[in-house]
């Protein structure tokens, strides 16, 4: 078998469109989330915490040489990073829990059928039982 009709095999498998259609799908989603939290939910945000804004963050680690600035540790730009993936973790629970909520399908609760009537043998055995108790 040669690599054309291997690969071929491979790609008309449906697995690999959905993954596809997934990793399409999931970058426009990504592009929505990304401006829902910088465009919608930082800027309320960073009115309550007072525009604070952690990229300048930075110590030296060591000198500058030959008029070259010092080699700094942009800690402040990794907080921010961890700071950003918290707002759009919690934006995209938001958003899946409404759509869990709008897609959860009513839960019907069904009364079993009552039991069934016992049938004319039981009733006479029944009616026995009772005569041979009253005669005790």
Same mark, same amino acid.
Request: aromatic share 8%; glycine share 8%; with cysteine.
């Given at each position: ?43 309320? !945000?960073? !009115? !309550? ?7 300048? !963050? ?79």
């Amino acid at each position: 078998m040669s690599i054309l009709s291997e690969f071929k095999t491979f790609v008309a498998r449906g697995n690999v469109v959905d993954l596809a259609v997934g990793v399409v799908v999931g970058a426009a989603f990504g592009k929505i989330v990304e401006s829902l939290v910088k465009d919608v939910v930082t800027p309320p !945000l960073g !009115l !309550l915490i007072g525009g604070v804004d952690f990229t300048d !963050l930075k110590t030296s680690i060591g000198i500058g040489v030959l008029g070259k600035p010092p080699v700094t540790l942009n800690y402040g730009v990794f907080l921010q990073a961890c700071f950003n993936f918290l707002i759009i973790a919690f934006v995209i629970f938001l958003v899946v829990k409404g759509v869990n909520a709008l897609t959860r399908k009513p839960v019907v609760v069904v009364q079993p059928p009552p039991p069934p009537p016992p049938s004319a043998e039981v009733l006479l055995l029944i009616e026995i039982r009772d005569e041979l108790r009253k005669k005790s």
